[in-house]
């Protein structure tokens, strides 16, 4: 079987990034087209940057890096710096990039590659804010039929919200967006935090990654070891969730994933829940699904796949 095409859309984020490594790592599998920044846990400015950052340590500075939309549709910007740092990668000491920031805008990207491939042949894999694909979406209403499915990390049911009571931080940051994706008909695999905070980095799991001894394992210790004090606080658990990397461990073994498909619904006009995706978990709306939501993975496939795969880079 052919490498799945897809174009990666982020906001790095400590687990962006090994998203991102993890694809890079993984060419069987996975042909990344290029990758486009958004606006989200840290500012534009700032994720173009860091995708570039993380396709350097990779040893891929060819993988095409495009900066996108530099806020949501309708919302002032709501960033994390009180999980991710400053920068958006605080952990190791990562230099700044030499490769270039492509001429294109990212939203232009999108649509450009869309058109291009052969339709159906082309996977777009949100981790951050859905901005960027909703732009796409509107911009170019054509693309919609050529995507062949979305794999995005974002939403919550069971698990809540973590940045309201109520909204996963990625959907809150741009509901407007969500609500255009979700509505798109595209097929729609979520990776809500329902199944992410399974994604446990423990003590041993993070000592496995120190223990490759290279330097994209020691960064990505060091950015676990960073990001994980925030989790630990607030959830008291024994590590930090890995998010994004299950997009792409899903693109990898989707056996690792079990889920249901559901109608999921984004919230728009309420502020008291706005950001909230509405998952009829038990089917009582008769609306028809359009999402594969994933609630439960196996942890110790996921992480065995995972450090064997940086092991490569």
């Known amino acids: ?5 897809i174009i990666i859309d982020t906001d790095p984020g400590q687990d962006d990034a090994v998203a991102i490594l993890l694809a890079l790592a993984s060419p069987e599998e996975i042909d990344l087209l290029g990758i486009t920044a958004v606006a989200g846990n840290v500012p534009l400015e700032l994720t173009q940057k860091n995708a570039r950052k993380v396709c350097e340590l990779a040893g891929f500075p060819e993988t095409p890096v495009h900066a996108g939309c530099d806020r949501p549709l309708g919302r002032p910007l709501v960033t994390a710096e009180h999980v991710h740092g400053k920068t958006g990668l605080d952990g190791p ?10 001429s294109r805008h990212g939203v232009d990207f999108i649509i450009d590659t869309l058109r291009a491939e052969a339709p159906g042949s082309v996977t777009l894999c949100p981790l951050g804010p859905l ?24 939403g919550a049911y069971f ?4 940045i ?17 994706v979700f509505r798109s008909g595209v097929p729609i695999v979520v990776m809500p935090l329902d199944v992410t905070h399974k994604a446990l980095v423990t003590s041993a799991r993070n000592d496995a990654f120190r223990a490759l001894a290279t330097p994209v394992g020691i960064a990505v210790a060091e950015m676990t070891d960073f990001f994980e004090r925030f989790d630990r606080e607030k959830y008291a658990s024994p ?12 693109l990898i073994r989707p056996e690792l994933f079990s889920g249901r498909e559901v109608n999921v619904e984004i919230e728009t006009g309420s502020e008291l829940t706005m950001g909230m995706t509405v998952a009829d978990w038990w089917g009582v709306t008769g609306k028809p699904a359009n ?4 609630g439960d993975l196996d942890a110790d496939g996921f992480f065995a796949l995972l450090t064997e795969r940086l092991a490569r880079l």
């Open 93 to 102: 000491q990562l230099p700044d990039p030499v490769m270039p920031l492509q």
């Open 131 to 154: 901005t960027n694909i909703a732009t796409a979406f509107k911009k170019a209403p054509d693309i919609v039929e050529r995507v062949q499915e979305i794999v995005l990390m974002g």
């Open 239 to 250: 590590g930090a969730p890995l998010h994004d990397p299950c997009v792409t461990a899903y």
């Open 291 to 294: 999402a594969l939501f994933i």
């Open 164 to 180: 309201t009571p109520t909204a996963e931080f990625n959907i809150y940051v741009d509901p407007q967006a969500a609500d255009i």
């Open 1 to 5: 079987m052919s490498a799945r095409k």
């Open 159 to 162: 698990e809540v919200g973590n």
